[in-house]
């Protein structure tokens, strides 16, 4: 059964609206993460998080906000949804951080009009 | 900063065809090198891993291999299925001063025709 599961699967929302994407592990691992895929960008890391309570940025934090109420749970927030975050997301989880293998949920493709 | 580049963007090949992914990186030190697949619907997932020890991983019939006087970490199958069909990145493991961030590279979209 999936150990990294999101969602939901796939969402569309309007400009300016809040968009919340959820994604849960069952791989008791502390570090997760959230990536975007855009054609031509491969991912690239929005936010990460290696305890609960607590998260930090990535590569492309603007516009975006994590949450990590518990080791198993991890929620990317859009507050004021805009044209150039349609895309699709990952969510991933790691033993380690490091070279750890990271294990990817199914993603969530967000449009947003 | 750090960078791994992939230049092929698209790559379409029969099946029983000979596969070679090309995959170059720069960084101030040797690192640990991961291919990650993709496939249609799904999130990515490990494929191999090298170190700086073994310069070669075998995976699944893929092998790669690291060559830090090129820079290079290249990703080959010598014949391919149409089940192979999915995304390549190459990525680099972090930095010593960069915490938990993986770098991807762009991907290689491989189509096999069957």
């Not at chain 1, 940025?57 to 949450?67: N, R, V």
């Not at chain 1, 805009?82 to 993603?107: H, I, K, N």
């Not at chain 2, 698209?10 to 990186?25: A, G, K, P, R």
């Amino acid at each position: 059964e999936a150990a990294v599961t999101q969602s939901p699967r796939s969402k569309v929302a309007v400009t300016g609206g809040k968009v919340t994407l959820s994604c849960h592990q069952t791989n008791n691992h502390d570090y997760m993460y959230w990536y975007r895929q855009d054609t031509g960008h491969g991912l690239r890391l929005i936010h990460y998080s290696y305890v609960a309570d607590s998260t930090e940025k990535g590569d492309i934090p603007d516009g975006y906000k994590a949450s990590r109420p518990s080791q198993e749970n991890f929620s990317l927030i859009l507050e004021l949804a805009s044209l150039s975050q349609t895309a699709v997301y990952f969510c991933a989880s790691s033993e380690e951080g490091g070279y750890a293998e990271q294990f990817f949920g199914p993603g969530t493709r967000l449009t947003v009009l | 900063g750090d960078s791994v580049t992939q230049m092929q963007g698209q790559v379409t090949l029969s099946e029983d065809d000979f596969l070679f992914i090309n995959c170059t990186y720069s960084t101030t030190w040797y690192p640990t090198l991961f291919w990650y697949v993709q496939y249609p619907g799904e999130g990515p997932q490990l494929l191999l891993k090298v170190t700086t020890a073994n310069n070669k991983g075998i995976s699944r019939g893929f092998e790669a291999t690291y060559d830090k006087r090129t820079t290079s970490f290249h990703l080959q199958k010598a014949s391919v299925q149409e089940s192979d069909s999915a995304v390549y990145y190459c990525v680099l493991e972090p930095s010593p001063n960069m915490g938990y961030k993986l770098t991807f590279g762009t991907g290689t979209s491989l189509l096999v025709d069957p």
